[in-house]
């Protein structure tokens, strides 16, 4: 990978629905994908390139070959490091930050960690993920007090102010704490989260923010969000390796904060400073990916975070006009950089979900979330730097295959 690499990629000189056919697209050859499977899934599971791979296979095999070494001298000054890197890349300091597994991890810490009692309330959107709620449900079962109440947002998503009114209006006076996605799972759509916190903030509602797809697709600048907590995946958009995430606790929340997995903490010696030290040490295991995280951002920083937003919002806006001739009604959003990044999502008609995502892998060799979504079905195509327009052509053409039934206005 070098400067030169990145020199002979010609740019893109069209948009939407004149995407040029034939771009040559070499920053696929970063990555080492089966040759079978057309991947437009890379936000369920963002597979890693291959610089990534090979700096995690290093610290594995550092890990392997000595690991009373990688363990008690190089783990923590290398977490330490990984740590710094990722903080500057979210805008941050190091010490409002933790490296974990997953958003699930993270997310678990908050839950375990907030201070619920019996009669608080916690309100979410009906946009969010279900683990997530499933996540919230035990905690507020735990503390004794009402499942989690779910703000129903407009349909279609139209204005901000919309969205941070419908949400807000929600909230009571016994509303603690607001769980929002930065970009929603089920409908890929960017949510206004710093209006959000913004007029959350004005009420004393404190906001965790679910952000594994938001990394890379949309800027995170955590200093200039209001947020109390944050929780992501680095393993989705930003293709750091499986097992890799962060939690941000604001400053004010950090006293509180413990991990759901006790362990020994910092060090072995209990040298505990500050409340990051109990997430270093979470039992024996590979902290390979988290220490692999730098590599995936030096790798975007290198091809350009820009150019890959503005490359991967221009498929996702293509994806989106071709299969707009499927759709029975209307998308959630308007056609917005504002409301949808690298992830397109799109109404089909009723389908057997399952069905449909099955055939399209078994007979076509696509890899495409079919999802049912508040009793309606939809598609959700993720584009990164390794996928086409031609994938995008051909998914569209086995859909027609897969949809017969279906009134389809011609291409
Ligand atoms: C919005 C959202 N939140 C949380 C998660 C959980 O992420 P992970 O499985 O990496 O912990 C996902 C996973 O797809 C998600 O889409």
């Not at 901000?160 to 909230?171: E, I, N, Q």
């Not at 910092?266 to 590979?286: A, K």
């Amino acid at each position: 990978m070098t400067r030169d690499d990145r020199q002979q990629v010609p740019p893109d000189q069209g948009d939407g629905g004149n995407f040029p056919k034939n771009t040559p697209v070499p920053f696929s050859s970063y990555w080492k994908l089966r040759a079978d499977t057309i991947y437009l899934n890379h936000g369920s599971f963002g597979p890693p390139p291959e610089c990534v791979r090979q700096a995690r296979a290093e610290w594995q095999r550092r890990l392997d070959e000595q690991p009373m070494d990688f363990y008690l001298r190089q783990y923590e000054p290398a977490w330490f490091a990984a740590r710094e890197r990722l903080a500057r890349f979210v805008g941050t300091s190091a010490e409002n930050l933790v490296l974990v597994d997953n958003a699930t991890v993270a997310m678990n810490a908050v839950a375990d960690s907030f201070p619920l009692r019996p009669g608080d309330q916690v309100l979410l959107t009906d946009h969010e993920y279900g683990a997530v709620l499933r996540i919230w449900q035990r905690a507020c079962r735990r503390a004794g007090t009402e499942p989690p109440r779910i703000a129903r947002l407009p349909q279609p998503l139209t204005s901000t102010t919309d969205v941070v009114d419908t949400l807000l209006a929600a909230a009571t006076p016994a509303t603690r704490l607001i769980v929002v996605s930065h970009i929603t799972s089920a409908t890929a759509v960017i949510l206004p989260v710093a209006e959000i916190c913004q007029a959350a903030r004005q009420r004393g509602i404190a906001v965790c923010i679910d952000g594994p797809h938001a990394l890379l697709q949309t800027p995170v600048a955590l200093d200039q969000l209001p947020c109390d907590y944050y929780t992501t995946s680095c393993h989705k958009w930003l293709c750091a390796p499986l097992g890799s995430g962060f939690l941000y606790v604001a400053p004010r929340h950090q006293a509180g904060m413990a991990p759901s997995v006790l362990s020994w903490g910092r060090g072995l010696q209990e040298q505990h400073r500050d409340w990051s030290d109990e997430f270093i040490w979470s039992g024996t295991g590979d902290p390979s990916a988290h220490l692999t995280i730098g590599t995936a951002i030096d790798l975007f920083e290198h091809l350009g975070v820009e150019e890959f937003r503005s490359r991967s919002h221009r498929l996702a806006r293509y994806a989106r006009q071709q299969l707009l001739a499927l759709a029975d009604r209307p998308p959630l959003v308007e056609d917005s950089a504002d409301w949808y990044g690298s992830m397109a999502q799109m109404p089909l008609p009723r389908v057997d979900r399952q069905q449909l995502q099955t055939r399209l892998w078994q007979r076509h060799g696509i890899e495409v979330p079919i999802i049912d979504w508040d009793g309606q079905s939809f598609i959700r195509v993720s584009c990164h730097l390794y996928n086409t327009p031609e994938q995008i052509d051909r998914l569209v053409a086995a859909l027609r295959d897969e949809l017969p039934g279906v009134a389809m206005s011609p291409p």
